[in-house]
């Protein structure tokens, strides 16, 4: 999977533009604007970038793209 400097400027977009919100509400949005297509990602490859980026987390936070994975 090839993964561009523009697709991760656009995940990063999607999240600084929810700061404030509950962590539920977050993932669902998320999942939400990737599946509508809103997010300029598709499934796919944004399933592709949190693989990819997951095994360089900690506990935590692969806790929350995995969610965000089961939404997908």
Not at 24 to 48: T, Y
């Amino acid at each position: 999977m090839n993964i561009g400097n523009q697709d991760m400027k656009r995940l990063l977009q999607m999240v600084q533009s929810m700061q404030g919100k509950s962590e539920d509400e977050l993932i669902r949005e998320i999942a939400d604007m990737i599946k509508s297509g809103k997010g300029g990602i598709s499934r796919e490859k944004a399933i592709g970038m949190i693989r990819a980026i997951t095994p360089m987390l900690d506990p935590q936070q692969r806790k929350k793209l995995e969610r965000l994975l089961r939404e997908l």
